[in-house]
T-cell receptor, first 113, second 108 residues
Framework: DAEITQSPRHKITETGRQVTLACHQT?????MFWYRQDLGHGLRLIHY???????NKGEVSDGYSVSRSNTEDLPLTLESAASSQTSVYFC????????????FGPGTRLTVT | KNEVEQSPQNLTAQEGEFITINCSYS?????LHWLQQHPGGGIVSLFM???GKKKHGRLIATINIQEKHSSLHITASHPRDSAVYIC??????????FGTGTRLQVFP
């Protein structure tokens, strides 16, 4: 069965370290998204990609970067982790012609100490 | 003010009760999702609707485009319905804008 996975599921890191969160989907979806979820906020869009070599900034992109070298993967990198980036991160993907029909990964809980 | 507002934020019910969760939005949309998130779990889509009403089992979702309002109803609630329910609208660029969620606890 096709699926979307995230790794690691839990991560604790120190302020200033570089961290990469992995997202892998086997749906063969063109579109992929990264969100963060914090108390008091709805999910907020960090970065998104509509295809290989395409990346775009979302609402809360500062301090994050992504790259899309193949269809299956969209890794999210925190260049220099900050305590404000402690959050739960969700990856999602959607088909080419239905960007809004998003399938979510299980989430990664990141703690920056 | 958030573009997508949900109410209530928290909801407690006894098993068997009829539950309503509301979602109001202030932007133009092409569709609306209701999503479910279990504790420690991922997020799954329950419904996507752009008009009228949809029903899956004990869940019913309605939308009134003119009033910019949607409701999610759960009939004969059960403890396994305990979860966070999230409303998300599809804006005019096909991006999702999420509400903050409604935490539902159903007790036996």
């Amino acid at each position: 069965d096709a699926e979307i996975t995230q790794s690691p599921r839990h991560k604790i890191t120190e302020t200033g370290r570089q961290v990469t969160l992995a997202c892998h989907q086997t749906w063969n979806h063109n579109n992929m998204f990264w969100y963060r979820q914090d108390l008091g906020h709805g999910l907020r869009l960090i970065h998104y990609s509509y295809g290989v070599q395409d990346t775009n900034k979302g609402e809360v992109s500062d301090g994050y970067s992504v790259s899309r070298s193949n269809t299956e993967d969209l890794p999210l990198t925190l260049e220099s982790a900050a305590s404000s980036q402690t959050s739960v991160y969700f990856c999602a993907s959607s088909p080419l012609d239905r960007r809004y029909e998003q399938y979510f990964g299980p989430g990664t809980r990141l703690t920056v100490t | 003010k958030n573009e997508v507002e949900q109410s209530p934020q928290n909801l407690t019910a006894q098993e068997g009760e009829f539950i309503t969760i509301n979602c109001s939005y202030s932007v133009g949309i092409s569709a609306l999702h209701w999503l479910q998130q279990h504790p420690g779990g991922g997020i799954v889509s329950l419904f996507m609707l752009s008009s009228g009403k949809k029903k899956h089992g004990r869940l019913i979702a309605t939308i009134n485009i003119q009033e910019k309002h949607s409701s999610l109803h759960i009939t004969a609630s059960h403890p396994r319905d305990s979860a966070v329910y999230i409303c998300a609208v599809v804006d005019n660029t096909d991006k999702l804008i999420f509400g903050t969620g409604t935490r539902l606890q159903v007790f036996p």
